[in-house]
């Protein structure tokens, strides 16, 4: 028996424009901010560690819009977690810290939603993250800002209310592991590739939402993602 299927192509709008930018694969850097790492019951500084989420669990917000994500599954502790997204344009292997800028093609707001009971269960159990990472809509985008319209991104501020309130706020310069040494550690481990996005990380203040909250989520220079849990 022959079994065909179109083939989906993710792709989030740039901003300003009629273009898209093809997702290949999406990378999330680990606790990589001091505070959150501590808030997490680790010391606030240790080497890289990243995960992966398939490209199909991203919500692609518009701007202005508030997008829809639904409450997921076998959780009763479901996470926020505000992350300014790099996307790259020019993949490559073994990029150095120093190049690894104009690798950049530019940079949405994100959201790396989490499952955290389950999460903490996998931990415990010394097992892979994917049913705590991994699920369906855990990562929410705004539409990409390509990097030459962004300004200074290094020295960002990042944040997220919930309902209006402000649950987390911290500077993109408090990174424990800035985006160009990310992509360096990332290309020494995996080819990047054109398409790819990388989750950089989240300041502490992450907390569990319930369905009818709003979160808006902001990076300056960036814009801004909203998305409502139903």
């Avoid at 995960?51 to 919500?59: N, R, T, W």
């Avoid at 505000?82 to 104009?102: F, P, Q, R, S, Y």
């Avoid at 985008?141 to 960002?156: C, L, R, T, W, Y």
Wanted: aromatic share 8%.
């Amino acid at each position: 028996m022959n079994y065909t299927h179109p083939v989906k192509t993710i792709a989030v709008p740039v901003k300003g424009t009629d273009q898209l930018f093809p997702v290949t694969r999406i990378y999330c850097v680990g606790r990589n901010y001091v505070a959150h790492a501590q808030e997490m019951g680790f010391t606030g500084r240790e080497p890289p560690f990243f995960f992966m989420k398939p490209a199909d669990a991203l919500v692609i917000v518009a701007d202005g819009e508030v997008g829809q994500m639904h409450y997921p599954s076998l959780t009763k502790d479901f996470h926020h977690e505000i992350e300014l997204v790099a996307c790259i344009g020019t993949g490559g292997k073994n990029i150095k810290a120093a190049d690894a800028m104009k690798h950049i093609y530019g940079y949405a707001v994100g959201l790396d939603m989490t499952r955290r009971d389950l999460q903490g269960e996998q931990k415990k159990l010394g097992r892979p993250w994917c049913i705590g990472k991994g699920f369906d809509e855990s990562a929410p985008i705004s539409h990409i800002v390509p990097a030459n319209k962004v300004g200074d991104i290094v020295n960002a501020d990042i944040n997220l209310t919930v309902n209006g309130k402000v649950t987390q706020t911290s500077n993109l310069k408090l990174l424990i592991w800035n985006m160009a040494e990310t992509i360096e550690h990332l290309s020494a481990a995996w080819q990047l590739q054109a398409g790819d996005l990388i989750y950089t990380g989240t300041p502490e203040g992450v907390a569990a939402v319930v369905r009818g909250d709003v979160l808006v989520g902001s990076v300056a220079g960036v814009g801004e993602l909203k998305i409502k849990v139903i």
